[in-house]
T-cell receptor, first 114, second 111 residues
Framework: NAGVMQNPRHLVRRRGQEARLRCSPM?????VYWYRQLPEEGLKFMVY????????ESGMPKERFSAEFPKEGPSILRIQQVVRGDSAAYFC????????????FGPGTRLTVT | TQLLEQSPQFLSIQEGENLTVYCNSS?????LQWYRQEPGEGPVLLVT?????EVKKLKRLTFQFGDARKDSSLHITAAQPGDTGLYLC???????????FGTGTRLKVLA
């Protein structure tokens, strides 16, 4: 009964490199959400995806950030040309239904940009 | 902007004491969830409340959803050091699938 899986748990990148964060939702869940949590701050919504579709990316920065949830495989959050301000914990959540109802979270990926 | 405000922001109490955490909004929510997050981990779902006036109990934790579905409370009886953590309320405003998180309450229970 695996929960939401995220990898890697910790990721260190130098400024200008690319970061790829992976998320495998819970079994039976086809809705995936990405959140960012800055130190001592709350969780901020970034993007909501269903299989092969981006439903809402209103919380995602317009540049350098992209997300996908292919038909096969995990959801990917991609950050190009990382900057120090991208350092944060990135959490993925999944839900069974297309409502804001019972999202289950993964353990997060802690990105550090040096 | 729809917000979920939590109070208090920080709480430090002795083992055995009772406490209540509040989550308030000016918006109506179709459902509201409470999570606990420990350092270095993701939020763990504690409970979901859906119906106005609903009360749910989880061992020593009692959750209540306001009649108007705009606010909620979490009451812990006889707190234990294992209850230490960041408590977050979250919910989906009516008519949208977007999740909003509260500002969080950091609880520390001293032995």
């Amino acid at each position: 009964n695996a929960g939401v899986m995220q990898n890697p748990r910790h990721l260190v990148r130098r400024r200008g490199q690319e970061a790829r964060l992976r998320c495998s939702p819970m079994k039976g869940h086809s809705h995936v959400y990405w959140y960012r949590q800055l130190p001592e701050e709350g969780l901020k919504f970034m993007v909501y995806l269903q299989k092969e579709n981006i439903i809402d990316e209103s919380g995602m920065p317009k540049e350098r950030f992209s997300a996908e949830f292919p038909k096969e495989g995990p959801s990917i959050l991609r950050i190009q040309q990382v900057v120090r301000g991208d350092s944060a914990a990135y959490f993925c959540a999944s839900s069974r239904r297309a409502e804001p109802y019972e999202q289950y979270f993964g353990p997060g990926t802690r990105l550090t940009v040096t | 902007t729809q917000l979920l405000e939590q109070s208090p922001q920080f709480l430090s109490i002795q083992e055995g004491e009772n406490l209540t955490v509040y989550c308030n909004s000016s918006s109506v929510f179709s459902s509201l969830q409470w999570y606990r997050q420990e350092p270095g981990e993701g939020p763990v779902l504690l409970v979901t409340v859906v119906t106005g006036g609903e009360v749910k109990k989880l061992k020593r934790l009692t959750f209540q959803f306001g009649d108007a579905r705009k606010d909620s409370s979490l009451h812990i009886t006889a707190a234990q050091p294992g209850d230490t953590g960041l408590y977050l309320c979250a919910g989906g405003p009516s008519g949208t699938y977007k999740y909003i998180f509260g500002t969080g309450t950091r609880l520390k229970v001293l032995a």
